[in-house]
């Protein structure tokens, strides 16, 4: 039993949301964050990434960084770019990528559904990033950037959404990456009720992506919590901003693979250790995109290969018969002595909003070698939490991205 609840925003003014949003905080290194706050002075990354706004000499984990989020945000509080709604309401986000569209709701999850397993996860966090989020989040005393969050698509939930879609939007924009967003709001007592209920009817949702800021909101509270040993658990600290969409709306994408060299084989050498647990066919020129499971695009020397992985190799466990798995201790491993792909400089990782040819240009300059993936399936990654294993990493590629600064939560 999930509680997901309304809360009362702090949101832009609807006039300039489109100039507020911006990616999440992470999505930059601190040069690109310092030239899109140059671009747009409204930009919510001044708050996300605060040190765009410091001396170039200051860490960006130094307190002044901190404080000056808090400085900003309550400046533009003041100056009227974010308003507060003044009652607890849901809101209804969309958001459509080349011509396809996912909605989701927006609303807070309780931070014990988290630490109870009702809330699920597939990857590990590390403590740095988590303490960066949690003093950003201490020091604004708000949740900025929400959490990514997916379910069993509910047919009653589904019937309030789709009815106040055809309501005039509270936000209508398109961003300067050419993502549109509509945002709707939820406020009616009755829509209200019925939503909170519908959750109330589902045992499991799921961390498709924000495990840092999700761990660090649950954190903040669990702090807060102590310095207020009173605490009802009703209090805005106990609850975290996310945007939830049901299974049936969400696309991930491929996350591909790019390797520096052959692990000292000639190209011979290579496919033939390779085809102890792959079949090899050769595609020629012609990009090749996986169109099922258990197979794998490879580019090498300007040829494109369809792999297809052996019966041997294949496995039912949620997580090794993960395709990325499957690549990973029958090739990658095996073959490249790539073992931790985390820390390993001989492998990089290519998103699949970048296309094939970032593969191609890729393994032509920097790199030797490409893969292209078939995208692991949002019910294999509902497998994988369920099963309570974690997803290896670089498993999954979500687009389009949620923006941050459109609602913000409030911990007092």
Not at 89 to 112: F, H, K
Not at 119 to 139: G, M, Q, S
Not at 338 to 346: A, E
């Amino acid at each position: 039993m999930a509680v997901i609840r309304p809360f009362n925003a702090l949101r832009p003014r609807e006039d300039v949301a489109g100039r507020v949003a911006a990616l999440p905080y992470d999505v930059y290194n601190r040069e690109e964050a310092l030239a899109e706050v140059l671009k747009e002075p409204l930009s919510f990354l001044r708050i996300d990434r605060a040190e765009t706004q410091l001396p170039e000499d200051v860490s960006p984990y130094d307190d002044q960084v901190y404080q000056k989020a808090r400085e900003i945000l309550r400046q533009m509080i003041q100056d009227g770019i974010f308003i507060k709604e003044g009652k607890n309401c849901y809101y209804v986000y969309e958001l459509t990528m080349n011509g396809r569209s996912q909605t989701g709701l927006v609303g807070c999850a309780a931070i014990d559904d988290y630490l109870n397993n009702v809330i699920k996860k597939h990857e590990k966090t590390r403590e740095d990033k988590e303490v960066d989020r949690i003093t950003h989040v201490d020091a604004c005393n708000a949740q900025t950037g929400p959490i990514f969050l997916a379910y069993r698509s509910q047919e009653t939930i589904n019937n309030v959404i789709n009815r106040v879609k055809k309501e005039k939007p509270l936000y209508d924009f398109t961003a300067p990456d050419g993502i549109k967003h509509v945002v709707w709001k939820v406020d009616g007592a009755q829509d209200i009720e019925t939503i909170a209920a519908g959750f109330k009817n589902i045992e499991s949702i799921y961390i498709a992506d924000g495990h840092h800021r999700a761990a660090s909101a649950v954190k903040v509270g669990l702090k807060r919590r102590a310095a207020n040993p009173g605490y009802t658990g009703e209090e805005e600290f106990n609850f975290f901003l996310s945007v939830l969409f049901p299974h049936d709306q969400l696309m991930i994408l491929d996350y591909n693979r790019v390797v520096k060299d052959l692990n000292g084989y000639t190209k011979e050498e290579f496919l033939n250790e390779v085809a102890q647990s792959f079949a090899i066919e050769e595609i020629g020129a012609e990009p090749y995109k996986p169109a099922q499971k258990a197979t794998f695009g490879m580019y090498l020397e300007g040829v494109w290969y369809k792999l297809t992985a052996k019966e041997e190799i294949r496995s039912t466990d949620p997580v090794e018969g993960l395709d990325v798995s499957l690549l990973q201790n029958n090739l990658l491993t095996t073959v490249l002595n790539i073992k931790d792909i985390r820390t390993d400089k001989r492998i990089d990782f290519v998103g699949g909003i970048r296309g094939l040819k970032e593969l191609e240009k890729r393994a032509n300059s920097d790199m030797k070698l490409a893969f292209s993936m078939y995208p692991t399936s949002i019910n294999e990654l509902f497998d994988v939490s369920d099963a309570g294993k974690l997803m290896p990493p670089k498993s999954t590629w979500f687009e389009p991205k949620l923006r941050s600064g459109l609602f913000i939560h409030e911990l007092t």
